[in-house]
């Protein structure tokens, strides 16, 4: 019978974007980590595994969940995975709002539920959803914002049940981030600089302006905060974003 390992990371979405720079981070500190991606890594580590996997198909996510159940004690789950169906009100496709409730919502629930015996009994663990700015309102995002924004409450209340069990939930709701998603849906120079030109601090975010802060919460020592939404936007959560 072989020894589950410890000290294990599992990120969503780590082949792309700001799941890179976590990984990087995390592997960095010596910690394995288990991508779970629908794209293959771009990297390569000795202690980077990754699963490639749909996480909308809901049988597929229960049976990755399980099997990295049965081999690893998870300590930390980072929900970096997500993406982006724009459309105006009255476009809106339910379809679309099932593929991203699962995708941001459904997906986060089995893989948690998956690893919180091994937290439990580790009295140690990190929970970090990766939500975004445009919970605030954003054109064209209804079912974006609305899947997104669940995930901060999603979030409170499980870092209400687990808080006394030494495991903390944050979300993270970053602003406009120079990723390959964006790129993807604001492909156009003179457009991104139209949008850097509304963030109060006149730039783009970096993949790393956000992995620090998913790294600091991470930390042992960042047992004290729980509940919380980041906003690492810039400032564009004070004021008015247009994509």
């Keep these: 019978m072989t020894t589950k390992q410890n000290n294990i990371a599992v990120v969503t979405g780590g082949s792309l974007g700001m799941g890179v720079d976590i990984c990087q981070r995390l592997l960095a500190d010596g910690v394995t980590v288990i991508n779970l991606s629908y794209e293959p890594s771009k990297f390569n580590h000795p202690n ?4 490639n996997v749909d996480l909308t198909d809901r ?3 229960q049976a990755v969940a399980s099997d990295i159940a049965t081999e690893h004690n998870v300590s930390r789950f980072i929900h970096c995975a997500g993406t982006v169906r724009p459309a105006a009100v009255d476009d809106v496709a339910l379809e679309d709002l099932d593929y991203l409730t699962e ?15 091994a937290m439990r009994e580790a009295g140690f663990g990190r929970i970090i959803l990766i939500s975004s700015r445009g919970v605030l ?10 899947t997104k ?3 901060l409450s999603m979030a409170r209340t499980w870092a ?9 939930v944050n979300t993270i709701a970053p602003g406009p981030v120079a ?3 964006f790129q993807k849906f604001v492909p156009d120079p003179e457009r991104q600089a139209e949008i850097a030109a509304t963030v109060p601090v006149k730039r783009l975010g970096k993949v790393e302006d956000i992995g620090r802060v998913v790294h600091f919460l991470l930390d042992e020592d960042s047992s004290f905060i729980t509940g919380q939404t980041f906003y690492i ?4 959560s004070l004021g008015t974003l247009t994509m």
């Design 233 to 236: 936007c810039g400032g564009a």
């Design 160 to 168: 209400m049940e687990l808080a006394d069990q030494g495991i903390t």
């Design 149 to 151: 924004g669940a995930m």
């Design 48 to 51: 980077l595994h990754t699963i």
């Design 59 to 61: 049988a597929a996510t």
């Design 103 to 117: 995708l941001h919502l459904g997906c986060a629930i089995t893989l948690t539920q998956a690893f919180i015996p």
């Design 137 to 146: 309102g954003l054109p064209t995002r209804t079912v974006y914002s609305a």
């Design 179 to 181: 990723t390959e998603l």
